[in-house]
């Protein structure tokens, strides 16, 4: 297991030399520490950073030829796949399965951006049609420069591939600051990128607290562009940072996602994407589909059938076979949303299952998979983002009244709704005000296809071409074709 930082190529300690502690939330026990970086770390990164990109060619080089090293990384995350996924277990609590689902991602985002890469030596350039016929004008994308980074712990690997890919691809050079809490898989990220040869500065892997390092990357003035994925609050305090320095920033910050289902679904399958849709990596999904709204018609039959399966669910720690729930990622986390379960029943919500430490687990921090129901709509837990594998349910009596309830949010991240009948569905799909919304299924993500929130849930889109874009600027070149004098100021 790494724990230096690595900086221009090189592993090194922090400047101050210090530590955090990683923790492995199965069993509350110190796996080993790792390094905290200062600004001085953080400076050291952003220098090597800025004298890739601006001396020593990464933006020069075609696409194709940075393409070999996305391939390459790719091909060193998959060489190591199942080992990494172990580590990410143990660094963050999810099983295993899911480990091993999200590194292979990891991997081929990585291999997906290659080929943008290369398709951006055929179109980095687009010819502007004038009115003026004296004048051509093109457009050109450029690598925006040095791209900050800044990750969650929910899914630490691949968070990770979503912008050092992008950012790699289109040219810019990168500093990432992964989570305090799960920094273990960016640290081998940084070792296939060393092994496979990539140009010293190009990818820097800062480790440290939030309001250190963090803030660090967000304040420094040769940071061009700042990509943020984690809570609202700091969200909103770096793009509010990014506009001293005008600097672009793409934020994505999670929600309160709606899942619509209405009484023509198989009851089955709705359980299922139902469950898909919350207790996938603990609930700690920023499109989480945690606020449930089912026709009123199904609604005892669904919810007697989700209570009796969510009660099925294996909950351990996430090495152990079969095991379909791990517990939180952090003492923190769990403590935090043991709070919400509390408070939301306080606020006259009924515990329909879970909302307790599942029984023989004395260490770890497990939280029984839980069902709200009757959940008042003024409250937190129908409001706010609870981050772990809590659903509130309620019933409704019309596709208004669920359209309605489904976007009286401030969030719009994801959203998604069941139906057999197609036109309802895709009439709900066009009604929700969501950057990412899913019909007859809650959850799946492509590489492919854009990524992002609507509303208070983020600015910009990662994944596809978007995410590509998220790294690049347009330049205008326009070039006076004509012999003929301007003939303004000289006749
Ligand atoms: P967070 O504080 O927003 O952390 C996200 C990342 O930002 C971490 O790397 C964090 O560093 C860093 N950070 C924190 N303060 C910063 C600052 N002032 N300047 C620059 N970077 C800073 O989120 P969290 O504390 O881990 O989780 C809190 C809540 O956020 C969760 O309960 C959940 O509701 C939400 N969340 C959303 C997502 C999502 O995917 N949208 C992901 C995770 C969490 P550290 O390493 O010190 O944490
Ligand atoms: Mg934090």
Sequence with gaps: MRNELYIDGQWVKPVKGGTCDVINPATEELIQTISAATAEDVDIAVKAARRAFDRDGWPKLTGAQRAKYLRAIADGIRARQSEIAKLEVLDNGKPFPEADWDIADAAGCFDFYAGLAEELDKNAEEVIALADDRFTSKAVKEPIGVAGAIIPWNYPLLMAAWKVAPALAAGCTVVLKPAEQTSLTALELAAVADEIGLPA????????????????????????????????????????????????????????????????????????WIMFGIFWNQGQVCSATSRVLVHEAIYEALLARLIEETEKITIGNGMDDGVLLGPLVSKRQHEQVVAAIEGASKAGAIVACGGTRPEGFDKGYYLRPTILTDVPLDSDAWVEEIFGPVVCVKPFKTEEEAIDLANDSRFGLAAAVMSKDDIR?????????????????????????????????????????????????????????TDKPWGWYIK
Excluded at 210 to 222: N, P
Excluded at 233 to 259: H, T, Y
Excluded at 454 to 479: A, P, V
């Design 201 to 272: 500065g190009v990818l820097n892997i800062v480790t440290g607290a939030g309001l250190v390092a963090g803030q660090a990357i967000v304040d420094h003035k040769g940071v061009d562009k700042l990509a943020f994925t984690g809570s609202g609050p700091v969200g909103s305090k770096i793009m509010a940072a990014a506009a001293r320095d005008i600097k672009r920033v793409s934020l994505e910050l999670g929600g309160k996602s709606p899942f619509v289902v209405f009484d023509d679904v198989d009851i089955e399958q709705a359980v299922e």
């Design 425 to 481: 569905a895709e009439r709900v799909a066009a009604a929700f005000r969501a950057g990412i919304v899913w019909i007859n299924c809650s959850q799946p993500t492509f590489t492919e296809a854009p990524w992002g929130g609507y509303k208070e849930s983020g600015i910009g889109r990662e994944l596809g071409r978007w995410g590509l874009e998220n790294y690049l600027e347009t330049k205008q070149i326009t070039k006076y074709v």
